[in-house]
């Protein structure tokens, strides 16, 4: 089973700090993405990556930054947190496009903004 | 573009019912249909998925789901549930060579003893 680990797996931050959210994957697979979760909505896209060094955007990148130094590595940057980004953030990864699109969740990050 | 909903944000049952929570997509070609289940507090976990072949697919614990083309619906179905089976079960879509899932608002699923 693909291991996924997320950190922190809960912050608090101040409106116009920055942020960074952390995902470590153990299983050589070449997609990674950020999905926000809002309390009592579905997931929504924010970054992916199939690819070390580089990203793409979802549908909601607006505020986000995404990095993939590694394949391993897929980190979530927010330059100037904002209220409106409380919510939960999951990173996931799928092997590659043959998979059937099979993802690997982690277990979330918590964001509060205050 | 790819949709997919979930039109039953909640839905209660007894422990040993059966239970059937909808999904339906909109799409015009060729797709990935899955489900997966997150229990609370923790991240979403794959049941199971279909994009040929036999319409009904099992997954794990006893759910399976089945594709309608006619519907464009992939209905999941448990014959008979368990305590444990209280989660968010969400509904998601992708094409082929298209390795973004896109995910519904969610079913909440409570059973009750």
């Known amino acids: 089973e693909a291991a996924v680990t997320q950190s922190p797996r809960s912050k608090v931050a101040v409106t116009g700090g920055k942020v960074t959210l952390s995902c470590h994957q153990t299983?050589?697979?070449?997609?990674m993405y950020w999905y926000r979760q809002d309390t009592g909505h579905g997931l929504r896209l924010i970054h992916y990556?199939?690819?070390?060094?580089?990203?793409e955007k979802g549908d909601i990148p607006d505020g986000y930054k995404a990095s993939r130094p590694s394949q391993e590595n897929f980190s979530l940057i927010l330059e100037l947190a904002s209220l409106s980004q409380t919510a939960v953030y999951f990173c996931?990864?799928?092997?590659?496009?043959?998979?059937?699109?099979?993802?690997?969740f982690g277990e979330g990050s918590r964001l509060i903004v205050v | 573009t790819q949709t997919v909903s979930q039109s039953d944000a909640h839905v209660t049952v007894f422990e040993g019912d059966s239970v059937e929570l909808r999904c339906n997509y909109s799409?015009?070609?060729?797709?990935?249909l899955s489900w997966y289940i997150q229990h609370h507090g923790r991240g979403l976990q794959f049941l199971l998925k279909?994009?040929?072949?036999?319409?009904v697919v099992q997954g794990v614990n006893g759910f399976e789901a089945e594709f309608s083309k006619s519907d464009s619906s992939f209905h999941l179905r448990k014959a008979s549930v368990h305590w444990s089976d209280s989660a968010v079960y969400f509904c998601?879509?992708?094409?082929?060579?298209?390795?973004?899932?896109?995910f519904g608002s969610g079913t909440k699923l409570t059973v009750e003893p």
């Open positions: 996931a990864s799928s092997r590659d496009r043959n998979s059937g699109n099979t993802l690997y």
């Open positions: 299983n050589n697979h070449d997609y």
């Open positions: 990556s199939y690819v070390a060094d580089s990203t």
């Open positions: 799409y015009g070609g060729s797709i990935y």
């Open positions: 279909y994009y040929s072949g036999n319409p």
């Open positions: 998601a879509v992708s094409a082929p060579n298209y390795n973004v899932l896109y």
